[in-house]
């Protein structure tokens, strides 16, 4: 139970003690409605902005409410202006607040506490021919209305929960399968999704006649959870094919009748569905669920998304929902899913499982709708791929399926073959009998090893093609569009991770990703993989410890490795920005010419943090045994063969000489060009640099001053400006408390398709937790400096 605060406590926060109660952890301010671990800070909470800000709302609330009277018996005709003559008699008016909605009551705010006295000693008021009551205003406490928690922390508090249920059953097959109970939507959900379905039905067949709505996505694909959005095809088709006879009959018998009348009074007398664009028909949709549909609120058009789409909530329900126009694939999309869960049983335990510990580790489920990370469908070919993969197969690839299916289940979209059969009964069972413990960490391995950056993933084939033979495919067909049968689309949109659509074969479903969430993936099924092979997973503890699946749903940055494989920034070598010398080198081997790129990045970075970002060499870069390790997780997704640590730290290996300063690139410590190794293995140890100031915060101001009139200059563009723009902030912004330590190793990535150098930074000491803002300017400000500086230096040797 929590306490009031104790007396020698309060001895020096006089008056504060009505808002502050002493817990098991510390103390908690109602008011704030915020935990202290201790009296230090709480002396600061009670000093600080929020605090005083609530106490000072709270005191004029409360003189508010004294100097005010709650009036009813009012009605719609009586205005704000009729109330403050009437009660002016009383004492001078400050403010009439009147319910907008019915016009029945009133609180009349007076400039003093008399002139509420004096209406409460009034025995009978009358205006309008209204017998008004008067009475004092109800004093409410005030309380702060916490922010509604986001999804985020909704999900966590979720997981908190699960884990000591999650640790009482028997085996991880039963945990698997529990997580399909947990977050599947119940019978009274999906109910009430069909209410909202067939109510909107009902609206939208007013105004489009013959129109549909159909569900498709995770509210009925088997695998929707109970928060999940509500997706929604509106199927026009009908609708136009009924205009059109309208039309056709208008035009006949004159003009204004229709076959039955129905088209004459519609939207459609206003609209032509055949010539509107997809904008004016989403944004009539829009109007008509802002303005008929009860219940519906928040309604907005994106017309921005792959496909726009309109967005609305159902308020009682709670209910976020999407409806789009020409969305045919996904309900067919949707098809496959249903009917590959139908064929399948284990693959339900299976996806609910990896969504959550997607969703855990910052991989999948983007805030907004868009983002770099996975989505849901993305997630579930992957799943549904690995089980086409296993030894013997889980699931049929999509040509398999096609040829199951019968003649009259034959479907096609856009020009897109989707045949597969309706029932899963025509699908024959599976001949794997791996359980469900064992699907779970064979996907993980297999993930863990999948070359991502140089393979498209086909579920059609259930193979993966190199992706050189997807890119000349597209390009050949490109060539042959005119006589193709597929829509002229060009090839998909090739990224760190493709995976392509089993039916829209152009379509990259994970196109969306940015490289950080493919390694990150990468890095976690590694993580993951490891895991499943330890007791504690296939183990339960007789200890009360967490075990199987518990650890693997940690969320991202809580687990025992830290994640600093993901504080990396990638240069790529891109031939168009390369200095003159270079470019002529080009002819050289690749491995050669790539390491000769390498040396140079890695002189011009360290020229970029010496000079430019005035950074303190605290430690130069070290010859380190063979074999022997540095602290930097040094494992990386590369397919091709890797160089990790800056090379040619100068011939006083240890000590400070700056690789900027070496005269021949070329040459690395004892003379020694650097060499291509296999992966894992490093040769020199990172840099330690430090920095007493914040030289990433406020550059964009302090460069507009510098700049003044003369011509304006993109960030990273110019060295001197960006020399002095440091000098600025160090001049005159103050120091930071302590130092800012961080390690810097750079690693050259030969891959088949590209080379890049991967810069990986680890914070050493950080006590006032700044590293994270300095990382994120130097995701965007190294890569542009350094192709700056690469021409510079090329210029002014
Ligand atoms: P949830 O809403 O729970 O995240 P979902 O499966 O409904 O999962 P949405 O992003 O709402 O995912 O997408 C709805 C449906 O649209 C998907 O189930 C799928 O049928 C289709 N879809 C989504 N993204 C793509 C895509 N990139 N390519 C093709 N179809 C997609
Ligand atoms: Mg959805």
């Not at 719609?76 to 400050?94: C, H, L």
């Not at 994106?302 to 159902?314: I, M």
């Not at 809580?558 to 504080?567: F, H, N, W």
Request: with cysteine; hydrophobic share 35%.
């Amino acid at each position: 139970m929590d306490d009031v605060i104790s007396a020698t406590s309060l001895l020096t926060i006089p008056s504060m003690e009505a808002d502050i109660r002493t817990t098991p952890k510390g103390f908690l301010c109602v008011l704030c409605n915020v935990n202290i671990p201790n009296q230090p800070s709480l002396e600061q909470h009670l000093k600080g902005r929020k605090h005083e800000t609530l106490s000072n709302v709270r005191s004029t609330r409360k003189s508010q409410e004294e100097r005010s009277v709650f009036v009813s018996g009012l009605k719609p005709d009586v205005s704000n202006s009729d109330v403050a003559e009437y009660f002016q008699r009383f004492g001078s008016i400050t403010d009439v607040i009147m319910d907008k909605n019915k016009g029945v009551y009133a609180i009349v705010q007076f400039d003093e506490v008399a002139g509420v006295n004096a209406a409460l000693s009034h025995d009978e008021h009358q205006l309008k021919g209204l017998k008004l009551r008067v009475k004092p205003r109800e004093k409410k406490e005030f309380k702060l209305i916490p922010k509604k928690k986001n999804y985020f922390q909704n999900l966590q508090e979720v997981c908190e929960r699960l884990k000591p249920e999650l640790c009482q059953l028997t085996s991880v097959n039963a945990q698997m399968q529990y997580m399909v109970e947990r977050f599947q939507l119940g019978e009274n959900e999906k109910k009430s999704r069909s209410l909202v379905i067939q109510l909107l039905q009902e609206v939208f067949v007013e105004f489009f006649p013959d129109s549909q709505i159909i569900p498709f996505g995770s509210s009925v694909n088997t695998f929707g959870i109970h928060s999940c959005d509500l997706d929604l095809f509106l199927d026009l088709e009908n609708t136009k094919v009924f205009q059109a006879h309208a039309k056709a009959n208008m035009e006949q018998a004159g003009e204004g009748v229709s076959d039955d009348g129905r088209s004459e009074d519609s939207i459609l007398s206003d609209i032509d569905l055949s010539t509107a664009s997809p904008a004016e028909l989403l944004d009539l949709v829009a109007v008509i669920l802002k303005r008929c549909v009860p219940s519906v609120d928040k309604v907005n058009v994106v017309s921005t998304a792959r496909l726009p789409v309109v967005k609305f909530q159902h308020k009682e329900l709670h209910l976020q929902g999407d409806i789009t126009l020409n969305n045919r694939l996904a309900v067919r999309n949707t098809r496959f899913l249903q009917l590959c869960s139908g064929a399948e049983e284990r693959l339900r335990p299976l996806v609910y499982t990896l969504r959550l510990w997607a969703k855990q580790k910052q991989l999948a489920g983007n805030p907004s709708g868009a983002g770099p990370l996975l989505n849901n469908y993305a997630l579930t070919l992957l799943v549904l791929y690995y089980l086409q993969n296993c030894e013997p197969p889980v699931l049929p690839t999509v040509n398999q399926l096609k040829d199951m299916a019968c003649e009259e289940e034959e479907c096609v979209i856009e020009n897109w073959d989707c045949t597969f059969p309706t029932q899963a009964i025509a699908v024959p069972p599976s001949k794997n009998t791996q359980e469900l413990c064992s699907l779970l960490a064979g996907f993980f391995s297999f993930y863990a090893q999948f070359e991502f950056a140089t393979n498209v993933i086909s579920l059609r084939t259930g193979r993966s093609d190199p992706l050189t033979n997807v890119q000349k495919a597209a390009a050949d067909d490109d060539m042959q569009q005119d006589c193709s049968a597929k829509p002229p689309q060009g090839g998909p949109r090739i990224g760190p991770m493709n995976i392509l659509d089993p039916f829209e074969l152009s379509h990259n479903v994970a196109g969306n990703l940015n490289e950080r969430t493919a390694r990150s993936f990468q890095k976690e099924c590694q993580e993951a993989e490891k895991y499943c092979r330890s007791l504690q997973y296939q183990v339960k503890s007789n200890k009360g410890k967490s075990w199987g699946l518990v650890r693997l749903l940690t969320p991202q940055g809580e687990g025992p490795q830290a994640r600093m494989d993901l504080l990396t920034v990638s240069i790529l070598l891109r031939s168009e920005g390369l200095p003159e010398d270079l470019q002529n080198q080009q002819h050289v081997a690749k491995d050669a010419f790539s390491v000769l790129w390498f040396q140079r990045v890695c002189a011009v970075v360290e020229g970029i943090f010496q000079n430019v970002l005035k950074c303190h060499l605290v430690s130069a870069p070290e010859v380190l045994e063979e074999g022997q390790d540095v602290d930097l997780s040094s494992s990386l997704d590369d397919s091709g063969l890797s160089v990790e640590s800056p090379v040619n730290p100068g011939p006083n290996v240890g000590g400070k000489r700056p690789l900027s300063s070496g005269s021949d690139d070329s040459v690395s410590p004892h003379g020694k060009k650097p060499r291509l190794t296999k992966r894992g293995r490093s040769v020199l140890s990172p840099w330690l640099w430090e920095q007493r100031h914040s030289v990433w915060a406020g550059r964009r101001k302090v460069r507009r001053e510098l700049i003044k009139d003369s011509e304006a200059k993109a960030e990273g563009s110019c060295v001197e400006l960006e020399t002095q723009v440091t000098t600025h902030i160090t001049e005159k912004e103050p120091q930071l408390k302590e130092a800012l330590q961080f390690k810097l190793q750079p690693q050259l990535v030969v891959a088949t398709e590209s080379t890049s150098t991967l810069l990986k930074f680890q914070p050493i000491q950080d006590s006032e937790g700044v590293f994270q803002d300095f990382f994120h300017f130097l995701e965007v400000f190294l890569p542009k400096m350094v192709d700056t500086m690469l021409v510079k230096r090329a210029d002014n040797s």
